[in-house]
């Protein structure tokens, strides 16, 4: 997360009351072709019109990433910046940050979305960051996904598959794991273990997991001696999974996952405004600790009946989302103690406490013809049910940590809000011969939201005013595909997306409701396999048009929501995987992004022709992988990654407080050994180098909007590891 971002919403609330074709592990594979399910049916990965990234759940495991953050940067135009925690996360996908508080990117866990399509739940700012130990793989989709996947999904789709239960095979996973990070006085630690237990041969199975990692804290903090790596965090998660199959034309799909992330501070460095990093250099300028938690529980039943003619699938989903955050904003409310008391208070400290909650219910009805025909086609429809709610409060105390009764709360500010939407969507594809096939698809969706606005305190005045906002969004996708031959294939796709608008804040010259903004993806790309597949290739060229951006507006000295502005994201992004041996697998990723305003947006202080932030224009990877032989049926692996990410901006490049990210260069390194295909013992490195990039950088401003201090999100330092695994 963007820091900066999440201080300016907060603000503003107080106010107002490896590519897919190169490496495919986790997809299915048969006769040598690899398929994936990104339309929701099982395909051949060359003959999907969309570009698309795979990183398997055992990539993830080998390479020892833990986050979203880990891996992103092997992801051709993928970025996420960190706002100290996993979970405090932004994505962007081909340049479309978001710019108010609400994703623009989708998160899927297996057949249903999860995190809130609303406005005020904040969910482009704190991102679901899974950690289960049967994740089979992270499919990544670029370009608008509205026709499939809905709303929310403007820049792309990030979607989480976990491993199903096997029906007749027991198995045993488990591993544990230790770690260092460079600047942390404590060593980290993690262990995991999975098990499969068949029931009845064929028909039921069951399996579950569990994992517990433990990350050291390296971040301490000047003005708080007793904050010494104070960024120190605890995941915990656990899942279980039952499959029955009790004839060939019946599935039943139930699982449970239930994860846990407890944090006692955020990873993030504080600098002044030249740039001149505080203290150790790894320390940031909190008076009190800036905790962060967050639980998540997520209930699924998938049934599937094939009837010959189609197959009915239905995908039933509930999850429930708490998190909590403290951010010490002395520096944004402490400073206006003097202007608020006669005789003044000397400027003081503010503890802000975030506690945001969603429950979530989803269905999915959808009917599907087999594969393989001339024509294919799917229909369905899609409910879904939000309440979530979002409370703040702002406490006032003095240097010695004393209660000022005068100004004390100095906020407290509610915005519990529902959502419920509804859609049918459908896609086909026909096959005019056997080289040109056409697909296209339409959703038109209704969503229906109420909020209140609630608040009181020193600085905010009292309020209890409901809202509410309804709209219909039609959106559709054609992709023409050439087959050149059974390996290459040319394509086009246009396609559409939208983010749901909502009930905006209440008061005088504010518009009742903010709109949906709107996307349409222009792209052309080609897939291809050449000599046996010995060389991979996938390459795709993107115009993106974003129309009735949602930001934020200022109306008579009070912020509310609003729709304005266009802007467009154009750029190039492709994946090249080389297997010149057997057993060596080398591959390049690279993007270059230009997405900027196309026209002057006065709310955000944006120019026409003035850069999104939160983008790199090149981000590029290089990684080479070999599996060898080791005889007596040992095996050992190797590998090796450069990641690099060009300068990035905390805002459009025309706000006077914007300020810029410093590219970084990240070496990592992975290596294992396997004995009698039971025993694996890894060793892996991230950052090998240390080097001292930045994911992102802000400029945080006081009460007053006046430049205050930087706070700057770091690549995390150099970390080292080892574990152990054993499989049966």
Do not use: C
Request: charge should be negative; glycine fraction near 10%.
């Amino acid at each position: 997360m963007n820091k900066g971002l999440f201080v300016a919403a907060s603000m503003v609330a107080v106010a107002v009351a490896m590519p897919a074709e190169a490496q495919e592990a986790g997809a299915i594979e048969a006769a040598g072709e690899i398929v994936v399910t990104a339309q929701k049916r099982v395909q051949n990965v060359q003959d999907v019109p969309i570009s698309i990234a795979v990183v398997s759940g055992e990539e993830l495991q080998e390479q020892g990433s833990a986050s979203l953050v880990d891996y992103a940067g092997y992801v051709p135009g993928m970025n996420v910046s960190n706002g100290g925690t996993p979970g405090q996360t932004t994505i962007t996908l081909r340049g479309v940050a978001p710019l108010n508080a609400s994703q623009t990117v989708g998160i899927y866990l297996d057949d249903a979305p999860v995190g809130s399509s609303a406005l005020y739940n904040r969910a482009g700012q704190f991102t679901i960051d899974l950690m289960p130990y049967d994740l089979e793989r992270i499919e990544v989709l670029k370009g608008p996904q509205g026709t499939l996947y809905g709303a929310s999904s403007i820049g792309g789709l990030v979607k989480y598959v976990t491993v199903q239960p096997d029906t007749r095979e027991f198995k045993v996973r488990a591993g544990v794991e230790g770690f260092t990070i460079k600047d942390a006085s404590g060593f980290g630690w993690g262990g995991q273990v999975y098990v499969n237990a068949p029931i009845a041969t064929d028909t039921l199975a069951i399996s579950g997991s569990f994992a517990w990692r433990k990350t050291p804290g390296w971040v301490d903090s000047v003005n708080n001696a007793g904050l010494k790596d104070q960024n120190d965090y605890e995941q915990r998660g656990g899942r279980a999974a039952l499959l029955w199959q009790p004839t060939p034309q019946l599935s039943v799909k139930l699982a449970g996952i239930w994860q846990s992330l407890d944090s006692d501070g955020n990873g993030l460095y504080a600098a002044d405004l030249d740039g001149n990093r505080l203290g150790n250099g790894h320390s940031f300028n909190n008076y009190v600790p800036e905790s962060y938690d967050v639980d998540l529980d997520y209930y699924s039943a998938t049934i599937d009946y094939d009837f010959g003619a189609a197959t009915l699938t239905s995908a039933t989903t509930y999850s429930k989302t708490q998190s909590r955050q403290l951010q010490d904003a002395s520096y944004a409310f402490g400073v206006l103690f003097p202007f608020l008391t006669n005789p003044p208070i000397d400027p003081g400290i503010t503890p802000f406490s975030l506690d945001l909650g969603l429950k979530k219910w989803t269905q999915e009805v959808r009917l599907a013809s087999p594969s393989g025909g001339r024509f294919e086609w799917l229909v369905g429809g899609f409910f879904t049910d939000e309440e979530t709610s979002n409370s703040q409060l702002v406490r006032s105390f003095d240097m010695d940590g004393n209660v000022i009764v005068p100004l004390d709360p100095l906020a407290i500010v509610g915005l519990p809000a529902t959502y419920k939407e509804y859609a049918v969507f459908g896609n086909a594809t026909f096959k005019l011969s056997e080289r040109f096939e056409v697909t296209g698809g339409l959703r038109w969706a209704r969503n229906e939201q109420t909020f209140t606005q609630i608040s009181e305190g020193a600085i905010v005045p009292s309020a209890n005013d409901p809202g509410e906002s309804a709209e219909s969004v039609w959106t559709f996708s054609v992709s023409p595909q050439f087959h050149i031959n059974e390996d290459a294939m040319l394509y086009a796709r246009v396609a559409t997306g939208y983010r749901p608008g909502g009930p905006n804040v209440i008061v005088p010259n504010v518009p009742p409701s903010v709109d949906a903004d709107r996307m349409t993806n222009y792209e052309v790309g080609l897939k291809a396999d050449f000599a046996d597949r010995m060389v991979s290739v996938d390459a795709a060229f993107f115009w993106m048009d974003w129309t009735d951006i949602q930001v934020t507006r200022a109306f008579g000295g009070v912020s509310g929501g609003a729709n304005g502005g266009k802007a467009t994201s154009k750029g190039f992004e492709g994946s090249l995987a080389l297997r010149p041996a057997p057993g060596l697998t080398i591959s390049a990723t690279g993007s270059y992004t230009d997405a900027s305003l196309s026209e002057d947006v006065p709310d955000i202080s944006g120019l026409k022709g003035d850069r999104l932030p939160a983008v790199p224009k090149f981000s590029g990877a290089l990684r080479a992988d070999y599996e060898f032989e080791l005889g007596g049926g040992n095996k050992g692996s190797f590998g090796a990654g450069v990641r690099h990410a060009s300068n990035r901006l905390s805002l459009v490049e025309s706000d006077p407080l914007v300020a810029r990210a410093k590219a970084y260069t990240s070496v990592d390194l992975n290596a294992s050994v396997t004995f009698d295909d039971h025993w694996t013992l890894r060793a892996y490195a991230r950052n090998l180098l240390d080097n001292k990039g930045e994911m992102a950088r802000s400029t945080l401003a006081d009460g007053l909007n006046r430049p205050s201090f930087l706070a700057i999100s770091p690549l995390q330092p150099r970390t080292i590891g080892v574990a152990l695994d054993m499989a049966f």
